[in-house]
């Protein structure tokens, strides 16, 4: 299995390369139909291992809990447990690799989760979209991600100590993730057209 890191940097030529607007779109958009047709506009100018790592990354983001969002402890029992500091009205954790400096930051009160926060390049964005919209994270916050080769993990780690349980499926081929996600594609294609 490859790790989350080197999967990151397999996608990250593709994402800036002149079809970066299609591979924001496999691994961002929350219609299936939609990631499908843009998996289909790749195939010809995409190795089919970087585009079977797209497809996992998608889950992966899939995976990650959209906010607001209730959770079983207190937030400020989620910091201790964390390593967040308290910072006025939110929590934070700082972290360096190779793309620089970054923050994660998290807002919320009592058993409330309202959204994660990050702080990187002198920008903070919002890890989810608001309203909820069409896109499984805000495309900022994927361009953060895709810069940061560690953001990804330790947002995942901050969702595990949220109490998530943490299993997002992974695909071998191609087929594999076409024949699991067909039905919502077939569905979601005809409601397009």
Not at 53 to 61: D, K, S
Request: with cysteine.
């Amino acid at each position: 299995m490859i790790s989350l890191a080197k999967g990151l940097a397999e996608v990250l030529p593709h994402y800036v390369s002149p079809n970066g607007g299609m591979v924001q779109v496999l691994l961002n958009s929350a219609s299936s139909a939609e990631a499908h047709l843009a998996l289909i506009a790749l195939r010809d100018d995409v190795p089919e291992r970087s585009l079977v790592t797209m497809v996992n990354v998608r889950e992966v983001l899939r995976e990650l809990p959209a906010c607001p969002r209730p959770i079983p402890l207190e937030v400020e029992a989620l910091a201790k447990i964390a390593g967040y500091a308290p910072v006025k009205n939110s929590f934070s954790c700082a972290f360096a690799d190779a793309g620089g400096e970054y923050e994660i930051v998290f807002l919320g009160q009592g058993n409330l989760l309202y959204d994660i926060v990050i702080s990187a390049e002198n920008e903070k964005v919002f890890w989810s979209p608001t309203p909820r919209s069409q896109e499984i994270v805000t495309e900022k916050a994927l361009d953060k991600v895709m810069l940061h080769d560690t953001l990804l993990s330790n947002v995942i780690d901050l969702a595990k100590e949220m109490g998530v349980v943490f299993q997002p499926k992974f695909y071998l081929s191609l087929e594999d993730w076409l024949l699991e996600y067909a039905e919502d594609s077939l569905r979601g294609i005809s409601e397009l057209f």
